[in-house]
């Protein structure tokens, strides 16, 4: 019973002293006011280089098929983007266009994945009639495009497409 009691009383007088520090020593210098090193004279980071390249960098050109077919129709807004394309390509020449043909789920997964890539040829032949040299394209296929809405025909003719995109 003494031990117990001689261990209240250490705890005791440690919480009295300890609060007392606490409230009188420390606290106090807490409040201080401290001088800080200006903003300003924080040199202001910079970009990298391959982030401005990014920045200026073409979105992705979306060109959409008709049902089962490799073929599509040229449209003006296509040859606006492609120039852009173009001209990326021009000022950054180890930039490379990648073409990847998508197909919906109607039909065997082997001739929807051929289906994406004859679709991603023809738009590769159709850039290389726009002035891009076909050894700065890549063709390939998606197959099966499963991240749409199969249920529609909106949402089946959306995954019936060939995407353009570059790779750095």
Known sequence: MRILATGIVAFLIWSFIS???????????????????????????QPDSLSLIRASMPGNLPIYFEFNNPEFIPDPQYDSRIAEFKSFLE????????????ADLVGE??????????????????????????????????????????ITEEGRAKTRR???????
């Open 19 to 45: 609060a007392w520090l606490y409230n009188d020593k420390i606290k106090p210098s807490m409040n201080e006011l401290v001088a800080l090193q200006s903003a300003t004279q924080i040199p202001k980071a």
């Open 91 to 102: 000022k950054y020449p180890a930039s490379v266009l990648t073409v990847k043909g998508y």
């Open 162 to 168: 060939a995407e353009i995109s570059i790779k750095l």
């Open 109 to 150: 997964p082997e001739f929807n994945r051929d289906l994406g890539l004859k679709r991603a040829l023809t738009v590769q032949k159709y850039l290389t009639e726009k002035g891009i040299p076909a050894a700065r394209t890549n063709a390939e296929s998606g197959g099966e495009d499963l991240s749409s809405d199969y």
